[in-house]
């Protein structure tokens, strides 16, 4: 029904920037138009949990992490069903895979909630 | 944030195991749980605490409100052997994720 794709470098030296993208498609692809879904980003060091990074809705409307909000950018384009994510200034803390995923919104609220379809993730490494 | 107990536990196939998440704050029943298998990206098993998705089996339930949630499998089957992840949606972010329980097999 949905498929999500992201792409990333695999490999970024330390103070550069990340840039990922997340891919759009199937039956369901025009959903990232829908007034029904956030779209967003998750990442999970190795090893490690879950931790939310950003969201976005159609309109562009943006929610991020605090602890990450000075070096995040999340984007939208509807036109091409892709989404995408860059961070800046990257440390070897930054190592991690990052999942992109589609948030359904509860009913008489207009916050993300919970993530009923993900990519498969794409492991982004920091390193010189 | 979310306090997730225990981080980890041993079981035998038919066991009934529950898993407890402990919100930091009262978020009404803004809580969804998590799967993760090896090498998998997570998929959503409950959501607004005690929502069954779509297509995951009946073996599975969540219940609690406020403060407190479980996470339950009734009847633990070779393919439940995997990582639990409780989530709270609730206002403001950032939206946490708890520590994560890994089932094992005992």
């Known amino acids: 029904q949905l498929q999500l794709q992201e792409a990333g470098p695999g490999l970024v030296r330390p103070s550069e920037t990340l840039s990922l993208i997340c891919a759009v498609s199937?039956?369901?692809?025009?959903?990232?138009?829908?007034?029904?879904?956030?779209w967003g980003w998750i990442r999970q060091s190795p090893g490690q949990g879950l931790e939310w990074i950003a969201n976005?809705?159609?309109?562009?409307?943006?929610y991020y992490n605090p602890s990450l909000r000075s070096r995040l950018t999340i984007s939208i384009d509807t036109s091409k069903r892709q989404f995408s994510l860059t961070l800046t200034s990257v440390t070897a803390a930054d190592t991690a895979m990052y999942y992109c995923?589609?948030?359904?919104?509860?009913?008489?609220?207009?916050?993300?909630?919970?993530?009923?379809?993900w990519g498969q993730g794409t492991l982004v490494t920091v390193s010189s | 944030h979310m306090t997730q107990s225990p981080s980890s536990l041993s079981a035998s196939v038919g066991d009934r195991v529950t898993i407890t998440c402990r919100s930091s704050?009262?978020?009404?029943?803004?809580v969804n749980w998590y799967q993760q298998k090896p090498g998998k990206a997570p998929k959503l098993l409950i959501y607004?605490?005690?929502k069954l998705e779509s297509g995951v089996p009946s073996r599975f339930s969540g219940s609690g409100s406020e403060i407190d949630f479980t996470l339950t499998i009734s009847s633990l089957q070779l393919e439940d052997f995997a990582t639990y992840y409780c989530?709270?949606?609730?206002?403001?972010?950032?939206?946490?994720f708890g520590q994560g329980t890994r089932v094992e097999l005992k």
């Open positions: 995923g589609r948030h359904r919104i509860t009913e008489g609220r207009n916050y993300p909630g919970e993530i009923d379809y």
């Open positions: 199937g039956v369901s692809a025009d959903s990232i138009r829908s007034s029904s879904y956030y």
């Open positions: 976005i809705y159609h309109n562009g409307y943006t």
């Open positions: 704050q009262a978020i009404t029943t803004f």
């Open positions: 607004a605490a005690s």
């Open positions: 989530q709270q949606s609730y206002s403001t972010p950032p939206w946490t």
